[in-house]
């Protein structure tokens, strides 16, 4: 019987996969840097206030910064050692931030964490877990799961979906996680579900990642008699399969609404990655301060998937991994498709830090942009069906302020318009400096 194969119905895009620069390579521990440089936003929200002072001596998994009002994530300390300075580091996204350096004590014993079953607390006990742990979204979004954990009263949310698709071309984070770590993942599942207080969960992987399907199955299997239904469903190749609402609509047939949210339609979305660490953060007791990353392109010299501490420098990865190759042209914080260019490689690894991509001359378009030809191409892919050349043209014309009819807000600039834009127009850019024109 043929595998049934599911997929969003609007747009969409198939770019260069890459993925087998690093889907076959485990996963490996980057040894303890120096020094790491942990950010103090790294999550959506308001930043951290630091909780130390310089000269403290600190543990791994230390508290080091919390948010005393508003929307945010708890940050512990990813090493043993010393506080070296508490101030201001360059953000890969927001320019700059607060931030705790800390020398690192290489002599230190690391921290161990020994398993405890969850299986009797209450829910507000593994919520509580969840938050002290400071756990985000790992996709890339940062939004904190104690707070995507807590949907209103009058949610009537009856599924939960794993997103395990990871259609970012180059990234391989998850399919390694789904490989060598698939039991945590479903237990982090059935955690999720306890919650929540459902037993239905979905976890949605991509095609191209079949290894991981069967996986992912034969440790769902082996859950059984736990009362939960745990259902692993294919889905087409197809960008950006993984984004939440297209990922919603592609597993149970609901639409998000415009402006909605997925509990909106009785859904909560979860990582993989996250799940994983909803696992470790419950049955371990251990604060997320260290994640796996990708690290790939034709510009380094030694690809890999790499379990990092929070706050190592990307100039301490690319010297652990041989350095970079001559023809190095740009270095991506992210994926090709909704990552951010970086002009530095002292930028320190996040929680949300999916990958780090070196990419060289020939994987880049550096030609130049002309006008929009008005060929329709990129309502065509946009899976939202907005009209992004319209938002383009406007603001080029100055009227970045009146682009909202064109469906600004109801974008999460996942880059389709921009990747078949035959004239090459950043649109992506361009709808971003809307948002910030219409928000003033």
């Known amino acids: 019987m043929a595998e049934t194969v599911f ?35 790294q999550h959506f929200g308001s930043p951290c206030k630091p909780l130390v002072d310089k000269k403290a001596r600190l543990t791994e998994g230390d508290l080091i910064g ?45 921290r161990g964490y020994e398993p405890s079953d969850w299986g009797a607390l209450p829910v507000e006990e593994l919520r509580k877990r969840v938050k002290h742990a400071g756990i985000v979204g790992l996709g890339g979004a940062g939004f904190p799961s104690h707070v995507k954990l807590s949907p209103p009263p009058e949610a009537k949310v009856d599924a939960l979906i794993i997103n395990a698709v990871e259609c970012e071309p180059y990234l391989t984070t998850d399919h390694r996680l789904m490989l060598e770590h698939p039991d945590d993942i479903i237990e982090g599942a059935k955690i999720i579900l306890a919650i929540l207080g459902i037993k239905t969960c979905h976890i949605g992987i991509e095609a191209n990642k079949m290894d991981a399907v069967e996986a992912m199955r034969k440790a769902a299997a082996g859950k059984g008699g736990s009362g939960f239904n745990l259902v692993v ?56 301060y260290e994640k796996v990353i990708t690290v790939s392109g034709k510009g380094i010299q030694r690809p890999a998937n790499l379990k990092v501490r929070i706050g190592t420098r990307i100039r301490d990865i690319v010297d652990y991994l041989g350095g970079i190759k001559p023809d190095l042209a740009k270095v991506v914080f992210g994926g090709p498709m909704t990552g951010f260019s970086v002009s530095t490689l002292d930028i320190p690894v996040t929680k949300t830090t999916s990958g780090i991509l070196f990419l060289a001359a ?14 329709g191409r990129c309502l065509e892919a946009c899976p939202m069906g907005l009209q992004p050349n319209e938002i383009g043209v406007y603001v080029e014309a100055g009227k970045a302020k009146d682009t909202s009819p064109f469906g600004l807000f109801e974008c999460f600039e996942c880059g389709c318009c921009a990747y078949v834009c035959p004239a090459k127009r950043p649109l992506v850019q361009f709808i971003r400096l809307a948002k910030m024109k219409a928000k003033r």
């Open 66 to 110: 919390e948010v005393s009002a508003g929307l945010g994530a708890k940050i512990h300390a990813s090493v043993t050692g010393t506080v070296k300075s508490v101030g201001t580091s360059a953000h890969p996204v927001s320019v700059s931030c607060p931030s705790v350096i800390i020398q690192t004590d290489k002599e230190a014993a690391p």
């Open 233 to 288: 469903d294919v889905l087409e190749v197809k960008y950006p399969q993984g984004s939440e609402k297209q990922l919603i609509e592609s597993v149970t047939g609901r639409r998000v609404p415009g402006f909605g949210l997925p509990f909106d339609v009785g859904v909560v979305v979860q990582n993989a990655g996250t799940t994983k660490a909803i696992y470790d953060a419950v049955v371990l007791n251990k604060p997320l």
């Open 7 to 41: 997929t969003f119905p609007k747009g969409g895009v198939h770019p260069r996969e890459s993925k087998d620069l690093s889907r076959h390579l485990p996963i490996e521990a980057l040894p303890l840097p120096e020094e790491v440089d942990i950010l103090l936003l």
């Open 362 to 375: 020939d994987e880049i378009d550096t030609r130049p942009h002309g006008h929009c030809i008005r060929c």
